[in-house]
């Protein structure tokens, strides 16, 4: 949140050409879940610079968002996405994707999500990924409708 404020600050300072028609903000979850995350963002965002704005809060990180597709995870690293697991820890999806990945022998040169994101993105059936992961879904609409507006 702090990083966003300070963001927001330096931005404000380069708004030279006018307010921005969309400001996208994706963060983990963690364990606030995504209604709380999307609450501590609400506080801080600054609305006179940015009045349309599309929260994504993954619940409860980004990894899980990227095997939401199991199809579209299959096609783009050449595996199935793993089960869902039992319990939950820090970085356990982190090590999911890596691990599942690893074992496709798919190529990672910097981080896991940068080499596939886009991508899974591209290959994703958003209906699909939003039926599995509902903040996800919920995340999709949204923007689907902010871009409409814009």
């Known amino acids: 949140m702090e990083e966003l404020k300070v963001w927001q600050r330096l931005q404000s300072n380069r708004l030279e050409a006018g307010i ?11 364990s606030y879940g995504p209604h709380g995350r999307a609450q501590q963002i609400e506080r801080v965002l600054d609305r006179s610079l940015f009045p349309q704005a599309v929260l994504g809060c993954p619940d409860p990180y980004i990894e899980r968002w990227a095997m939401a597709d199991p199809a579209a995870f299959t096609e ?21 994707l890596h691990n599942t990945m690893a074992a496709a022998n798919f ?3 910097t981080t896991p999500m940068q080499e596939v994101a886009a991508d899974i993105v591209s290959a994703m059936d958003p209906y699909r990924a939003g039926k599995r992961r509902p903040e996800l879904g919920r995340f999709i609409s949204d923007l689907r409708g902010a871009l409409t507006l814009a």
């Open 20 to 30: 921005p028609d969309l400001l996208v903000v994706t963060i983990d979850a963690n």
């Open 76 to 96: 783009v690293v050449g595996c199935a996405p793993p089960p869902e697991p039992e319990r939950k820890s820090r970085g356990l999806y982190k090590d999911l």
């Open 107 to 109: 190529p990672v040169l």
